[in-house]
């Protein structure tokens, strides 16, 4: 079984539309939590952090169930620049684990 | 400006053929790591450098070599490299080791390219 797990799209949706994505994660010991995002064929950035009590940057929603071991993006209103894959990010271990796992990324296309 | 820099951005070789990937980073961080993205894997990582002189290996070691002789710099290297490294490659620093520190960001290289034919 994969460490991280996501749906790898494509999402196309038309612009100002809602959209969701989830991430499944094996290890319910892992602490730390993140969405990345990638352009194509460029280097992930970090987008969001997801915190145990959820939280919000702007138009997009982090959250954090970890009794189902599941994390969640939502972006609201999307514009046509948010068009790129989403990376789910989980570090699997707070102490003596020195990497991340990633999901293979949930591509979104944004439609005008 | 805070970056990490990697060269080269796009490298086509033949089998066997020795080559280094360069990698390096403005922003005094500790931790070091390579990642290979592969369609439908994402992002594996490679080998790890925990500090000067610190290198471990990852979850795909074989057929790279790293070393960290400054802590700037951490140099992936292919001895012999064959079709199946054929890949984007990513180095990344972060102020410390994922699992110290809960949150801590990532900081990518820009890729390198890789077709080993």
């Known amino acids: 079984r994969k460490e991280v797990e996501q749906d790898p799209g494509p999402f196309n949706v038309p612009e100002g539309a809602t959209v969701a994505f989830n991430c499944t994660y094996s290890?319910?010991?892992?602490?730390?939590f993140f969405w990345y995002r990638q352009d194509c064929r460029k280097e992930p950035k970090l987008l969001m952090s997801v915190y145990s009590s959820g939280n919000e940057d702007g138009r997009f929603t982090a959250q954090l169930n970890r009794a189902s071991q599941y994390i969640s993006l939502l972006i609201r209103d999307s514009k046509l620049s948010d068009s790129a894959t989403y990376l789910c990010v989980v570090n699997p271990d707070q102490t003596g684990a020195n990497n991340l796992f990633f999901g293979t990324g949930t591509r979104l296309t944004v439609i005008p | 400006e805070a970056q990490v820099t990697q060269n080269p951005r796009y490298l086509i070789t033949v089998t066997g053929k020795k080559l280094t990937v360069t990698c390096s980073q403005n922003m005094n961080h500790e931790y070091m790591s390579w990642y290979r993205q592969d369609p439908g894997l994402g992002l594996r990582q490679i080998y790890y450098s925990m500090n000067v002189e610190v290198t471990d290996k990852g979850d795909v070691p074989e057929g790279y070599k790293v070393s960290r002789k400054e802590k700037r710099n951490f140099p992936l290297i292919l001895e012999s490299p064959s079709p199946n490294q054929t890949s984007l490659y990513f180095c990344?620093?972060?102020?410390?080791?994922?699992?110290?520190?809960?949150?801590?960001?990532?900081?990518f290289g820009q890729g390198t390219r890789l077709t080993v034919v």
């Open positions: 990344a620093s972060s102020l410390s080791p994922p699992g110290e520190r809960v949150n801590t960001e990532a900081f």
């Open positions: 290890n319910s010991a892992s602490q730390s």
